[in-house]
T-cell receptor, first 114, second 110 residues
């Protein structure tokens, strides 16, 4: 049973470009969470999705950021018109439910905006 | 201070010694989880302790939870160089959202 798979592991984008980060949850998990980790910081919640539904996006910046989890395929975190401040590690986690069970994290995507 | 704040920020010990890290939080929680992160890598889940539990063990790890003091501790016994990593506590309140602290950087010197 493969773990949570994120790709790419490293992504370099120039200012103004778009960044697409992908996350495939563990088999059998229908709940996906995205977190962002700035240098020397802990992880900060961004968004919680179930298949075809955004449940909680309270941690997402209001502009340029969007997330989806389609019926088929991975969850996508999309950042439009990236700026230097978007440089961070973005982690995806998945769980079978949200009743206090363990969330499994992927290896993360490290986004560098140059 | 934020929910899930670790103390100390950095800890350096010799191989074989025990390492204790603490976590304090502000509001009531459903559970508290400890994670390890090696430099530049993903998070590895260590232990989940529920609000009605006081102590939990897993191998060389021992976690305690004191809900009256809103604090938790992670003890790593007989540390090894491979334990060198950042350790984060994360609290879960009434739902799915984990709130992480800034972590404790543990260095175990061979």
């Amino acid at each position: 049973n493969a773990g949570v798979m994120q790709n790419p592991r490293h992504l370099v984008r120039r200012r103004g470009q778009e960044a697409r980060l992908r996350c495939s949850p563990m088999k059998g998990h229908s709940h996906v969470y995205w977190y962002r980790q700035l240098p020397e910081e802990g992880l900060k919640f961004m968004v919680y999705l179930q298949k075809e539904n955004i449940i909680d996006e309270s941690g997402m910046p209001k502009e340029r950021f969007s997330a989806e989890f389609p019926k088929e395929g991975p969850s996508i975190l999309r950042i439009q018109q990236v700026v230097r401040g978007d440089s961070a590690a973005y982690f995806c986690a998945s769980s079978p439910g949200w009743d206090g069970t363990e969330a499994f994290f992927g290896q993360g995507t490290r986004l560098t905006v140059v | 201070s934020q929910q899930g704040e670790e103390d100390p920020q950095a800890l350096s010990i010799q191989e074989g010694e025990n390492a204790t890290m603490n976590c304090s939080y502000k509001t009531s929680i459903n559970n508290l989880q400890w994670y390890r992160q090696n430099s530049g890598r993903g998070l590895v889940h260590l232990i989940l302790i529920r609000s009605n539990e006081r102590e939990k063990h897993s191998g060389r790890l021992r976690v305690t939870l004191d809900t009256s003091k809103k604090s938790s501790s992670l003890l790593i016994t007989a540390s090894r160089a491979a334990d060198t990593a950042s350790y984060f506590c994360a609290t879960e309140r009434s739902n799915y959202k984990l709130t992480f602290g800034k972590g404790t950087l543990l260095t175990v010197n061979p």
